[in-house]
């Protein structure tokens, strides 16, 4: 019996960033890698002292950090799979939305965006906050339209938002 994979949902933009974070590791590492190989040499050449183990030290977690890093993202890009809007109506993974909080009435704007798109989002905007679709608030708004009334559980209680625009996400 065939295991099906995760899927990971992207925007376009949140593939490309994603990429573009790729590659950068990708250089970083292998500049890691020299030093790594640096600090091992160093090591090797008789001064044993703590100073060249704490460098070896530092060297090694940081390598290990980066590829950490690069497997994850590897990961996320060859199970991703690119939002397309299928109803502009409603509010799906990649849309921008205007929310009017009928409590404090303040309006503001948040960006849908997948669980693995939002640890890795580069911040176009500082005034819209992102919601990924496994929140809270994700979760109660996908699937609502223009004039419906969204009621978000939190440990405070609910609080209710009126869904004022949806459009995609710049």
């Known amino acids: 019996m065939a295991v099906e994979q995760e899927k990971f949902i992207l925007t376009q933009e949140g593939y490309d960033n994603i990429k573009q974070q790729l590659a950068e590791l990708e250089v970083d590492e292998k ?3 020299v030093q790594f190989a640096d600090a091992v040499n160093d090591k090797a050449g008789g001064d044993d002292d703590d ?3 704490a460098v ?9 950090r980066t590829n950490e890093k ?4 590897r990961f996320v890009l060859e199970r991703a799979e690119i939002y397309t809007d299928v109803n502009p109506d409603k509010i799906d993974i990649g849309e921008r939305v205007t929310l009017w909080d009928l409590e404090t009435e303040d309006e503001f704007q948040l ?8 640890t890795t ?8 906050k992102d919601a990924s679709d496994d929140s809270p608030i994700g979760k109660a708004l996908l699937g609502k339209g223009i004039g419906d009334i969204v009621e978000v ?10 869904v004022r625009k949806i459009e995609a996400i710049p």
Request: without cysteine.
């Open 56 to 64: 070896e030290f530092d060297a090694r977690s940081r390598k290990e």
């Open 31 to 33: 500049e890691e890698r």
């Open 111 to 118: 960006d849908v965006v997948s669980s693995a798109e939002v």
């Open 153 to 162: 559980e939190t440990p405070d209680g609910i609080i209710r938002y009126a």
């Open 70 to 73: 690069i497997g994850h993202l």
């Open 121 to 128: 989002r580069i911040k176009t905007n500082p005034d819209v």
């Open 51 to 53: 100073s060249d183990v």
